[in-house]
């Protein structure tokens, strides 16, 4: 099963990521397993954030830089605005990643 | 049930455990090394302060604080109104005698009547209840108020001794009055410190080992010997614990700096998917990347992404602060549309790290202006 690696590079999944990485380096684990674990992470992760989670955002700002490639969108914001809620939380640059969703149900 | 962000990565971290579970007991490296992994990742994550408080595995309860653990023997104490564990000045402990009160010597027992009756003509005619700083305020004024500790405090109630314990006896070392022998009972006996180890260890001198390496000169041969020994022990546990930043194994050095950068995959790091579609199918009006001749293509199967060619002065600006600072949103997209220059895209099931805040959507909708 196909997995998006995308959530790798949240602070959860950065989190993960060096304690794998420091338990490899140390010998404590195979880099197979630690990638097992990274993979489970993927489903985990995803499935959590379908099911667990409720809130929806509204996003606003000025659209500096867009990309498509690979079926992954990549947009960098300025002056945006995040609202949800119960907060609006106001940044001058801001990066977002998308993977199309159509791809998982493949 | 509107469950927070720290509960849901609780819940991804538990279900991430659970599930390679299995992977790490049948032929892994067995379930210490699974609990480790937790454990790390947990408090890693405790430490970005992306999930908070105590973990309970079937609730997350708020860390309860502390509390008063106000010593009953504190309030017994007239001149110690401040903190719970402040402990007396060494004037106050250890009276001075010929300085405090020039008036009479204190005499254990029998000095209490007599002082008592003294305040009368001075200016503090209240009770030796009063707080503050009157023991150390002016010489030459008897201190009453210094005086009923001295016979109190000679019995060696229970509440003096554990300030004592609390600064590790270093005020009684230093003194080296004949208070100490006392004291020193008090340690062997109550058994009740982490002292308790080197109670043991040490015959009962006149001193009190201390655990800060911070030997004070005038301590006896033995237990400077006794300290260097516990100094030594530490260095020698510090030297055998295994660096992790040595020499790194060859073909792992990629993996440790680039997530995602596994061999197995040979992947791109800019590649989200593991869904690698074959023969890409670009969408018209999007920046089509189809072939490259580029030198340093990254892998076999992805063409070279042409990083190089945005804005180089703009995206620098924050590459060169910590990735982590950056304001990242990672999602799925459902829709994205564009007229004229007005964007919209509808995204879902997403995690933002904005303003050092982790918040996670089920649903987003973007309007921006190009």
Known sequence: ?106 | MATTTSQVYIHVIEDVVDKVRDDFINGGPGEAVLSELQALWEMKMMQCGAICGPIERSSVPKTVAGGAITPVHDLNVPYEGTEEYETPTADMLFPPTPLQTPMQTPLPGTVDNSMYHLPGPNDYPTTPHDTGGVPEVKVGRPSPYMQPPSPWMNQRPLGVDVNVAYVEGRDEVDRGTSHQPTTQDFFVSSGKRKREDLAPHFNTGPYIPQQDGAGDVNLEGLQAEAIGEMLSAQTNMASRIPQHDGPIPDGYEDIITTPGLYPYQGVASEDYNAVNTPGQDLQTGTPAVITQSEVGDDDDDEPPLNENDDDDDFDDVDQGDEPNAQQLVLAQFDKVTRTKSKWKCTLKDGIMHINDKDILFTKATGEFDF
């Open chain 1, 1 to 106: 099963m196909a997995t998006f690696e995308l959530y790798r590079r949240s602070t959860i999944g950065m989190c993960l990521t060096e304690t794998l990485d420091e338990m490899v380096s140390s010998g404590t684990l195979t880099p197979e397993l630690a990638i097992q674990v990274l993979v489970q992470f993927d489903k985990s992760m995803t499935e959590a954030l379908e099911t667990q989670v409720k809130s929806k955002v509204s996003i606003k700002g000025h659209l500096h830089t867009y990309r498509f490639c690979d079926n992954v969108w990549t947009f960098i914001l300025q002056d945006a605005t995040f609202k949800n809620e119960e907060c609006q939380e106001n940044v001058g640059r801001a990066k977002i990643v998308a993977c199309d969703s159509k791809l998982l149900s493949q």
